[in-house]
């Protein structure tokens, strides 16, 4: 179930808080403490706006088990406004085709479902943008 | 470096291998390559696996249950792990001890049961090579997240998906002819074009079969005596580990596999040798991408240019720079963490002289690569024909 995973990330999955550098003004996603960039130290907290554009995207029609339910979902590579990349799944595409490129901005949804017994997952997902940027 | 001559090999076909365990499996190859080696007894064990801790088989201490079948309780034994890369990081471990002079010989086993495992399991097992926080919970299969970097790079560098079709093409023939193969069967470009998709853009002939196997390999100080009269000594030019971000979303430029860059350029420091100087190039063809990225990243073609190579013909077994010369992981079979090891012994058989039907005309040096992850961990080998020392009286024939 791995429900202290789920609670530690919390505030990534349902706010994409990562991190800013202090020494070099780099925007850090996934945080990790130290910047990639420069190498020094960097954890002071940092709200992502949500906006990027889709890097690349495919289709998972074979899921690992536990995401069979959602099958086939559409997984992307987002870039940020802000800079870093993140992994994440489209959602709410109706007819509109993905194309690389295409303005995408963050919604929180449910990633997976654990059984009758388990807990719900909700975290970030990414649509096609409907607010002007 | 090239005090570390590899001895004697020995595998199992890639397969399902329903009535044999992995265990079994591993025992069987180890014992092949210790009969090969004229050997009875080695003073380590090091086993190159992924999965047997994360899917149904729950299988920890591996090792030692390896050496206790085969007989040698007691034995120093230990598992390597680095993803996909598992078997060559085995292989690596192996080559440090025997040069640290601690032991005089090593074995190094690469072994994988997948066909046990229910096959969305498998997806599962195979998709903690990403990052358990950040990719895994988004759920991309392993397939997904190459399918990530090959539409990126079409999109990028206007290849379109046929152009990929002689990566494909080329393993199957070579399989066809190698009794160790999972995939004995040759594919046109119709059928490749044709074949089913998995994560578009990748189809099921871009993407490389799963299945149980084992391999081995004796390595030893070179020197000692080899039972095979007519062998040539095969030594340990270069071996080299370098490390990427384990997301390919935290790359810079994720179109390149920097880890592969920086430990084949380290290979190619430590033997001397340039990437032309390679008789051929065992590289990790899980997916067809990602042979283009090794030939790029090898120096052996420029950026974005990878598909170009298969066009030409150069990785035939009659070209430039052949690849997968038994089938490569398209279609000799992929069990992950077993694969590293294989290709050492294909590499092996080829500067043996000893790769039957799959034998090329020229193979003096060669080179073995393995990918662990989308590009997180690589790890480079270069083997090569030990050089005799020049004989006085075959100078004076000369003059």
């Known amino acids: ?133 | 470096m090239e005090r570390v001559a590899v001895l004697g090999v020995g595998m199992v076909p890639v397969d399902e291998h329903w009535d044999r365990s992995m265990v079994d499996l591993a025992g069987e190859a180890a014992l092949a390559a210790m009969t090969d080696a004229g050997m009875e007894r080695v003073d380590a064990l090091i086993v190159g696996n992924m999965t047997a801790a994360v899917g149904e088989s729950g299988q920890l201490n591996l090792a030692a249950q390896i050496a206790d079948w085969c007989g040698w309780r007691g034995l120093e034994a230990y598992k390597v792990e680095a993803a996909c890369a598992s078997g060559a990081a085995a292989f690596r471990a192996g080559i440090v001890t025997v040069a640290s002079g601690q032991v005089d010989s090593v074995l190094v086993v690469g072994v994988e049961k997948m066909s046990q495992t229910e096959s969305t399991l498998t997806t599962a097992a195979l998709a903690t090579a990403a990052d358990a926080d950040y990719e895994v919970p988004h759920g991309p299969s392993f397939v997904a997240l190459n399918a990530l970097i090959m539409r990126r790079y079409q999109h990028e560098y206007g290849w379109q998906h046929e152009d990929f079709a002689p990566f494909s093409v080329n393993a199957h023939a070579n399989a066809a002819r190698n009794p160790f193969a999972r995939l004995r069967h040759t594919i046109s470009v119709k059928e490749y074009s044709r074949a089913r998709i998995v994560s578009d853009p990748i189809n099921i002939l871009d993407a490389s079969p799963t299945g149980d196997g084992a391999a081995a390999i004796v390595l030893t100080r070179s020197g000692k005596v080899n039972g095979h009269a007519n062998r040539p000594t095969v030594v340990v030019a270069a071996s080299a580990v370098a490390t990427d971000t384990i997301g390919i979303h935290s790359r810079r430029e994720p179109l390149r596999l920097f880890a592969a860059e920086r430990s084949a350029h380290t290979a190619y420091l430590q033997a001397g040798l340039r990437p032309d100087e390679m008789d051929f190039f065992e590289l990790h063809d899980a997916f067809s991408i990602m042979a283009a990225l090794s030939l790029e990243a090898a120096g052996m073609a420029e950026v974005g240019q990878g598909p170009r190579l298969a066009q030409e013909g150069a990785i035939r077994p009659d070209g430039s720079i052949p690849i997968a010369t038994f089938g490569g992981l398209k279609a000799r079979g992929h069990p992950v963490g077993a694969t590293g090891v294989y290709q050492l012994v294909e590499v092996t058989r080829q500067l043996w002289g000893e790769a039957g039907d799959n034998q090329l005309s020229k193979a003096r040096v060669g080179m073995a690569q393995s990918i662990g992850g989308t590009g997180a961990t690589v790890v480079t080998h270069i083997l090569r024909i030990k050089a005799k020392p020049a004989s006085p009286s075959l100078r004076h024939s000369h003059a």
């Open chain 1, 1 to 133: 179930m791995e429900v202290s995973r789920h609670w530690r990330l919390k505030q990534q999955r349902y706010s994409l808080v990562g991190e800013v550098c202090p020494h070099c003004d780099s925007k850090i996603f996934p945080p990790r403490d130290i910047c990639p960039d420069c190498g020094q130290e960097a954890s002071q907290p940092y709200k992502f706006s949500g906006r990027g554009q889709v890097y690349s995207f495919t289709t998972v029609h074979n899921p690992p088990a536990g995401h069979e339910e959602n099958a086939p979902y559409t997984v992307a590579l987002v870039h940020l406004d802000e800079g870093p990349m993140v992994t994440a799944q489209l959602t709410d595409v109706g007819d509109k085709a993905v194309e690389i490129g295409m303005p995408v901005e963050m919604v929180t949804r449910k990633l997976r479902s654990d059984g009758e017994r388990g807990i719900l997952v909700y975290g970030y997902k990414f649509r096609p943008r409907l607010l002007p940027a």
